[in-house]
């Protein structure tokens, strides 16, 4: 727990270390005060009030000390936890906009959520009243252990032997519930997960009749993290009543052990009354530790998957971005790359020039979305070099590479916003006249007239007061408004009907005069446009590339591909009873 909030505090570690260090002399010093007892005890046994006395002047600044510490480390703790509550939010952003965008996949989204709320709530507490029963106890606890070797060195050493019993318990307490807590967190985040989606799908799930039954994957969700919460409810007090019987056992073990020494005339039986309630001190922190095994596994794991995300290595960037040599030009060479152990493109080459279009072309799986997200550095290539601007991807910073690429990606995302603010993102300081003119261009202008609102209408989360084709025109009217010299659309034009279509297709010629355009569509008419087409085999290679009309001279798989898709243009929907005619 204490190497994750160093992770967590990073630059401001020290406030953690000035908090440890506090609390520990907090410890010694309670520990001190303890064993201080034993001689003072003894002399009051014996009637000496002189030392009983003298004792009581030493344990009288001693506890002060105690007092002083407690307060200052207290204090330490809970300016430590408040600063780590308010930095962690800003850490976990800074570091989120460095890593891959390919990282950001639903499951991580749904514990980055989790982490957002509850492990913020976990860092806090952990820090405000978890930590100082952890260093202080410990510290106070050895402390006692060690200065029972100054009373009797046999006490002693069957105090030691007692705390590393209490250890290899405590050790194996952790470990019985540690497995079962990371399964509960999982649950935790498919819940999660389950219910956004629940809550999202309700126009698919109503028009399938499925509105008025148990949505059964969220059902499942909820079933699996019952269970598993009975599991580790059940670990957690198997654990806490093993600390609870071992701790018992060892002050029952060091008393047996003292009587035995007093009886055989080893130690003064003074002595034994004073280790006795030592023995108490020395076993009460390791139970109250005890106690708090299952807050302490909790907050443990917890802030330890903030630390994996805050140790999950950024994308890398240079020190210093390359000057691009060639404006709007795109290269592909040799790539090579694979989700995970699966290889998705090999050694897939091509040149896009400024100012041309670009069709890709080929079956579902081909790594068609694939290349542009390569183009963008969603990932970074296995093999191979992508050039943007006739410099290597890596060579350039984030922002380098961005402002020279437009997206329109098929999951398009809008913000819980204005209609106007969702397009202006594309370009912050575009004037008022530019963002209608790129909204007109992509046919949202008649979004707007058609909302109650018009331009200040809110369009909700992920824009779902729109259509999936009214969100496709924002997503393509943002595009137009950066007017960047490359753009990327991965099936911009499926979507939308065929008068909007024909009105951002227009648009997209009209932007290739002066940008490079890289187009994904099955549409036939956005293909003929292309001025060059690259086909991609079903394992991801490069077949051929070339315009239209010298791919049907080759034949192959572009051939077959616009054979197919000509005749399935031709289909027409008959009358049942036109049909027997």
């Given at each position: 727990m204490i190497r994750g909030y160093l992770t967590i505090l990073d630059a401001e570690r020290r406030r953690l270390i000035v908090f440890i260090i506090w609390a520990a002399i907090f410890g010694v010093?309670?520990?001190?005060?303890?064993?201080?007892?034993?001689?003072?005890?003894?002399?009051?046994?014996?009637?000496?009030?002189?030392?009983?006395?003298?004792?009581?002047?030493?344990?009288?600044?001693?506890?002060?000390?105690?007092?002083?510490?407690?307060?200052?480390q207290a204090m330490k703790a809970m300016h430590?936890?408040?600063?780590?509550?308010?930095?962690?939010h800003h850490r976990l952003g800074d570091h989120l906009v460095t890593l891959p965008l390919g990282w950001f996949t639903r499951e991580r989204v749904g514990?980055?959520?989790?982490?957002?709320?509850?492990?913020?709530?976990?860092?806090?507490?952990?820090?405000?009243?978890?930590?100082?029963?952890?260093?202080?106890?410990f510290v106070g606890s050895v402390t006692v252990a060690l200065g029972m070797f100054i009373f009797d060195w046999r006490l002693g050493c069957a105090t030691v032997v007692g705390g590393l019993i209490l250890y290899a318990v405590g050790i194996g307490a952790s470990r019985?519930?540690?497995?079962?807590?990371?399964r509960n967190h999982g649950a935790a985040v498919e819940v999660n997960n389950r219910v956004l989606e629940f809550a999202r799908c309700q126009p698919t799930l109503r028009a399938f009749g499925q509105s008025g039954t148990e949505y059964q994957p969220l059902t499942r969700s909820l079933r699996d993290q019952h269970r598993i919460g009975r599991t580790v409810l059940s670990r957690s007090v198997v654990g806490i009543m093993g600390n609870g019987l071992a701790v018992q056992a060892v002050f029952t073990g060091i008393l047996i052990f003292g009587a035995w020494l007093a009886?055989?005339?080893?130690?003064?039986?003074?002595?034994?009354?004073?280790?006795?309630?030592?023995?108490?001190?020395?076993?009460?922190?390791?139970?109250?530790?005890?106690?708090?095994?299952?807050?302490?596994?909790?907050?443990?794991?917890?802030?330890?998957?903030?630390?994996?995300i805050l140790n999950t290595a950024s994308m890398p960037e240079p020190a210093e971005s390359k000057g691009l040599a060639r404006q709007g030009d795109l290269e592909l060479a040799e790539v090579t790359f694979g989700y995970d152990d699966r290889e998705v493109l090999s050694r897939v080459s091509f040149t896009a020039r400024s100012g041309t279009m670009t069709a890709l072309v080929g079956p579902s799986g081909s790594g068609k979305t694939t290349v542009t997200r390569l183009i963008a550095r969603f990932y970074d290539v296995d093999g191979g070099t992508v050039r943007v601007g006739g410099v290597d991807v890596r060579d350039q910073d984030t922002a380098t590479l961005m402002s020279q690429l437009s997206l329109v990606f098929q999951d398009v995302y809008l913000f819980n916003d204005t209609l106007w603010e969702n397009i202006r993102i594309g370009r912050l300081d575009a004037t008022d006249e530019e963002i209608r003119a790129a909204a007109a261009t992509a046919g949202v202008d008649s979004v707007v007239r058609r909302l109650p609102d018009g331009w200040d209408s809110q369009v909700g989360e992920a824009g779902a007061a729109l259509s999936g084709g009214e969100r496709q025109r924002v997503s393509i009217a943002r595009a137009l408004l950066k007017n960047a010299p490359i753009v990327l659309l991965d099936e911009a034009t499926s979507a939308l009907d065929p008068e909007n279509e024909a009105h951002v297709a227009a648009s997209i010629r009209q932007l290739a005069e002066c940008s490079t355009v890289v187009v994904i569509a099955h549409k036939l008419s956005t293909v003929v446009a292309?001025?060059?087409?690259?086909?991609?085999?079903?394992?991801?290679?490069?077949?051929?590339?070339?315009?239209?009309?010298?791919?049907?001279?080759?034949?192959?798989?572009?051939?077959?591909f616009w054979d197919r898709r000509r005749a399935s243009a031709g289909w027409t929907i008959q009358s049942a009873a036109a049909a027997t005619r």
């Open positions: 010093a309670q520990g001190i005060a303890m064993l201080l007892l034993v001689p003072f005890a003894q002399a009051l046994f014996d009637g000496d009030l002189n030392a009983a006395g003298k004792w009581l002047l030493i344990l009288l600044p001693i506890t002060l000390i105690a007092c002083g510490t407690y307060y200052v430590m936890a408040v600063y780590t509550m308010r930095a962690l514990q980055v959520s989790q982490i957002a709320v509850k492990g913020t709530m976990f860092v806090g507490s952990a820090g405000a009243h978890l930590m100082t029963p952890v260093v202080t106890n019985l519930i540690a497995e079962s807590e990371d009886v055989s005339d080893r130690i003064e039986p003074a002595l034994l009354i004073a280790v006795i309630a030592l023995a108490a001190r020395f076993t009460d922190p390791i139970a109250e530790l005890a106690t708090l095994g299952s807050a302490l596994r909790g907050a443990t794991n917890e802030i330890g998957r903030i630390t994996d292309a001025d060059q087409i690259v086909v991609l085999t079903g394992e991801g290679r490069v077949e051929d590339v070339g315009t239209h009309d010298e791919l049907l001279a080759r034949g192959g798989q572009y051939a077959d």
